[in-house]
């Protein structure tokens, strides 16, 4: 049987510029071409042209009995910065039938492409008030159908909300060390101004309370709190006395006088001090490097009364360079010191216990990978935290060979530091953990930098929010073009952060003490008791997460709730979640429903990767619901949970599947073309965290989450 298709046209001639306006009754769309006109329909292309009066001079009729829609593909969801330059990705689109295609972008107000209808369009991302997600389309033509429309989910992040920027500069080179808060809503912190080290205290806004400056030609590397309310720093000061750098510890009171100083401390040639703690007695232990008798930086462990009066001094040398970043006193009276060392062929974290003398019991070298650029020094132990079974955590970086960068690390060492895991913090840049601060819900936050490989390879800093089970919860950088350093973070009542380090974005010639004042909301740490959710409707590529302490209601009250084919909706409570009528998920929808004992929780909106693994481990209370599970059906994982290897089942599948794997942020990390209806897959570098799984068959995609143990 064979259909005829009429095509009623109306062809107007526009003599002023050489174009013919056409419009096609049945569907009532318009075009306009030069000279060409062509009318596409499902089956048949016809290609009219006409002369300069307009009259028709030929006809060319395409047809095409078996043409297979294309297929659209718009690429790997993004997260990433306001300002940041965005490219798009079509080029995974493809068509059955092998016909060439062309592209046509569609995207939301705030987003100005470069061309529509590129395969790789870019644009520069918009300033946002909040974290915004924006959803650019993608529909492709093989010149007789269009394909489905397929969804890039870019999630703008707002890097600077409740973020107040100071900075203070002279002609010299200025920069911050450490940041206290002193516990009434205003900060303490040290560093370098114009030659001479500071004492600062300023308040929540950045407004500078009092500055003093001493000595000349030396910086305060670290600062803390008294055990008799006073405060203590200590640094160096570089060509004074008989040495090059000469070890400096200042005591103050709360106004900012000097109570007294040392300066007189051992060494060769060179002795700066990194870190001071209180200890038992209430004296003072520091940590740091000097060159002591073998021309080499060895680690110092020096031992200070209450008055300053040097009690021991102690050395830890490898032949090589070595340095202690942190030290803490531990249960038994004596010390953890951690570090870096160059002894071995490769450089090393280094830590180091000690007894209350000071005397070594044990060390351990953990990391060594390799090297970075022209330097090997750069796996170092910055901080480290004494943790509740008597081990140790300890936050640095390290070189991964595999990546070829460094990455932001945290080791969980046993009491007697045997490595019992570790965890990498890593982009697709080199990224840096300096100092941590541990809050009172048990989560961390931290201090570090980025490395942005800007016009001059500059860096950023970077502050990131990890729970108590280690996973990061958020994190955001900030800086300018040029090279800007984090180095140290505080908090006033968990709620307010502070930052110091350097800037010189800030300056044409030098850097600048860079404080930031943050204020802000981590979005799954407020979580309301609970949550009422009705007329809404997700659609496509939506990955919506919604978490309370107590009950979340979906629906009900004559309200609706919509999930559409394509969308994912997360539902995490601590008592009950009920879907009521009103509440409908279309096939191809995904729904997870999760009663949490853990308080792991995520909050409205949050996006996808602040879902954490362990919401996917928990049995829901489900009441009056009737949930599409089509992917769960005609897509079988198993096993699932798993430690990195799965299977694949496809049911009710035709011709050939598209399957593609991303992790958590949208970053592809495997992509096969299969007509088998089982196959075997694993995670690329497999670490624990949540997966997703995308099948493409037939116009149809199928999503499954995957999670990594």
């Not at 047809?63 to 990433?80: E, F, H, L, M, R």
Request: proline share 2%; net charge negative; charged share 20%.
């Amino acid at each position: 049987m064979k259909v005829l298709i009429t095509l009623i046209l109306i062809v107007i001639y526009l003599s002023n510029n050489n174009f013919v306006y056409s419009q096609n009754l049945e569907t009532n769309q318009f075009d306009f071409t030069s000279k060409i006109l062509s009318v596409i329909t499902n089956q048949k292309k016809i290609d009219y042209q006409y002369d300069e009066l307009g009259n028709r001079i030929s006809k060319v009729v395409t047809t095409s009995s078996t043409n297979k829609p294309p297929i659209a593909q718009a690429g790997t969801n993004q997260i990433i910065e306001e300002g940041s330059f965005v490219t798009l990705d079509g080029s995974g689109s493809n068509d059955p039938d092998g016909d060439a295609i062309s592209y046509l972008w569609s995207a939301p107000d705030g987003i100005t492409l470069s061309d529509a209808t590129a395969q790789k369009p870019s644009f520069t991302a918009p300033e946002v008030d909040k974290d915004t997600t924006f959803y650019i389309i993608l529909v492709v033509n093989d010149g007789f159908a269009n394909s489905q429309p397929d969804t890039a989910r870019i999630t703008v992040k707002d890097i600077n909300s409740g973020v107040i920027e100071t900075f203070y500069g002279s002609a010299q080179n200025d920069g911050g060390n450490r940041i206290l808060s002193v516990g009434d809503g205003t900060f303490i912190s040290i560093g370098s101004y114009n030659s001479a080290s500071f004492l600062m205290k300023t308040n929540t806004l950045g407004d500078t309370i009092w500055r003093k400056t001493f000595g000349t030609n030396q910086t305060f590397n670290d600062i803390i709190k008294t055990n008799d309310g006073n405060y203590i720093a200590a640094g160096s000061c570089g060509n004074c006395g008989n040495y090059r750098d000469e070890g400096i510890v200042y005591k103050f009171d709360p106004s900012g006088n000097i109570l007294w100083t040392n300066k007189s401390f051992e060494g060769s040639d060179v002795v700066i001090f990194f870190k001071i703690a209180n200890t038992s007695d209430n004296g003072y232990i520091l940590t740091g490097t000097t060159t002591n008798t073998d021309g080499w930086l060895d680690i110092i462990l020096l031992k200070l009364s209450s008055t300053g009066t040097t009690e021991w001094v102690r050395y830890f040398g490898r032949n090589r360079d070595d340095t202690g970043y942190d030290v803490k006193q531990t249960s038994d009276g004596g010390y953890i010191i951690a570090g870096h060392s160059g002894q071995w062929d490769i450089p090393v974290m280094w830590i180091i216990k000690t007894d209350s003398m000071g005397n070594k019991i044990w060390e351990k070298a953990h990391g060594g990978s390799g090297c970075h650029v022209n330097t090997c020094a750069q796996d170092q132990a910055k901080s480290i935290e004494i943790d509740t079974d008597g081990g140790y955590l300890i936050f640095g970086h390290r070189w991964i060979d595999a990546t070829r960068q460094l990455d932001a690390v945290i080791l969980k060492l046993d009491a007697d530091g045997n490595l019992v895991w570790e965890k990498t913090y890593g982009t697709e840049k080199d990224d840096y953990f300096f100092e941590h601060q541990k809050l009172k819900n048990g989560n961390y936050i931290i201090a570090g930098d980025i490395g942005q490989h800007k016009v001059d390879n500059s860096y950023n800093g970077k502050i990131f929010m990890i729970d108590d089970q280690f996973e990061l919860i958020d994190s955001f950088s900030i800086g300018g073009l040029k090279n800007d350093h984090l180095r140290s973070i505080t908090t006033f009542n968990d709620s307010i952060f502070a930052a110091i380090g350097n800037s010189r974005s800030n300056s044409d010639t030098s850097s600048d003490i860079w404080i930031l004042n943050i204020k802000k909301v981590y979005t799954n740490q407020i979580v309301p008791e609970s949550v009422q959710i009705a007329n809404q409707t997700f659609t496509f590529a939506d990955d919506v997460c919604f978490g309370a302490t107590q009950n979340i209601t979906i629906a009900g009250n004559g309200t609706t709730v919509t999930v559409n084919a394509g969308a994912s909706a997360e539902f995490i409570a601590g008592q009950s979640i009920h879907f009521l009528p009103g509440f409908h998920a279309q096939e191809g929808s995904l729904i997870h429903g999760h009663i949490t004992t853990s308080g792991s929780y995520c909050v409205e909106t949050a996006p996808a990767i602040m879902a954490e693994e362990i919401c996917l481990q928990k049995n829901a209370v489900i009441v009056d619901a009737k949930l599409n599970e089509l992917s769960e059906r005609e897509m079988v994982v198993y096993p699932n949970p798993n430690s990195g290897e799965f299977t694949v089942e496809f049911r009710n599948f035709e011709d050939e599947i598209r399957v593609m794997l991303f992790n958590s942020i949208g970053q592809i990390l495997h992509e096969v073309l299969t007509t088998e209806r089982e196959i075997r897959m694993n995670v690329p570098n497999a670490s624990s965290g949540m997966y997703f799984l995308k099948a493409v068959n037939d116009g149809k995609q199928f999503n499954r989450k995957i999670v990594v143990k």
